[in-house]
């Protein structure tokens, strides 16, 4: 498959522990946030999604943690598995006017088997 | 149910010339917009085609053109190709108005790689 990035920071975690991928954003007026998964050679994927309104959201086994104050998003990945292997991406826009998403550079996670 | 469809998978082309890219949107979708993604970095925003007609345009030169068609598949046209325009194009539907939202679907992308 392709490589999506050859200089990401990574991040390597034994399978079955938990992964935290951490996240800064700049816009103070971002409100709307999404994780995304990108597996080699293809598009990125939706994970979990969270609003300005909330400091947590969990989906099945992903938990995203938002901390305005200092303008930071983490994913959590419970139970890492060897499918989670791929490049990890948070995006923010301010969810009033169509202003499109502002993805952040990434991060590789590698699960260890 | 299709999801986005992206054409080539692969290209190579050399400085200079120009290219086309074509994206049909997932089944129901009626808004396509534009991502270039450089290696080692995430999607930078092109532009975005709703009714026909470009809605939003990110920080690229004119060199970078697209279009919508009637049945909401879309093409990005890049002329005078640089060296620097090497990327992985991806093309994202949604349904308006969820244009910025977590309901945007990414195709696998078209690689072009400039010679």
């Known amino acids: 498959g392709e490589s999506v990035g050859l200089h990401l920071p990574t991040l390597s975690v034994q399978e079955g522990d938990n992964s935290i991928i951490n996240c800064a954003y700049s816009?103070?007026?971002?409100?709307?946030f999404i994780w995304y998964k990108q597996e080699s050679g293809k598009g990125p994927q939706f994970i979990i999604d969270?609003?300005?309104?909330?400091d947590k959201r969990q989906g099945q086994r992903v938990t995203v943690l938002l901390n305005k104050t200092v303008k930071h998003l983490s994913l959590q990945i419970a139970a890492t598995q060897p499918g989670d292997s791929a490049v990890y991406f948070c995006?923010?826009?301010?969810?009033?006017?169509?202003?499109?998403?502002?993805f952040g550079k990434g991060t590789r996670l590698s699960v260890i088997a | 149910d299709a999801g986005v469809t992206q054409s080539p998978t692969h290209l190579i082309k050399t400085r200079g010339q120009q290219v086309t890219l074509r994206c049909s949107p997932k089944?129901?979708?009626?808004?396509v917009s534009w991502y270039q993604q450089a290696l080692g970095q995430g999607p930078q925003f092109i532009f975005q085609?709703?009714?026909?007609?470009?809605?939003q345009r990110g920080n690229f030169p004119d060199r970078f053109s697209g279009h919508q068609f009637p049945n909401y598949s879309s093409e990005l046209n890049v002329n005078a190709l640089l060296l620097g325009d090497s990327a992985l194009y991806l093309c994202?539907?949604?349904?308006?108005?969820?244009?910025?939202?977590?309901?945007?679907?990414f195709g696998e992308g078209s690689r072009l790689t400039v010679l």
């Open positions: 969270i609003r300005s309104n909330m």
């Open positions: 085609y709703y009714e026909e007609e470009e809605r």
């Open positions: 995006a923010e826009t301010p969810s009033s006017g169509n202003t499109p998403l502002v």
């Open positions: 994202a539907s949604t349904i308006a108005p969820n244009m910025n939202t977590g309901e945007l679907f």
């Open positions: 816009n103070s007026a971002s409100d709307y």
């Open positions: 089944s129901g979708h009626d808004t």
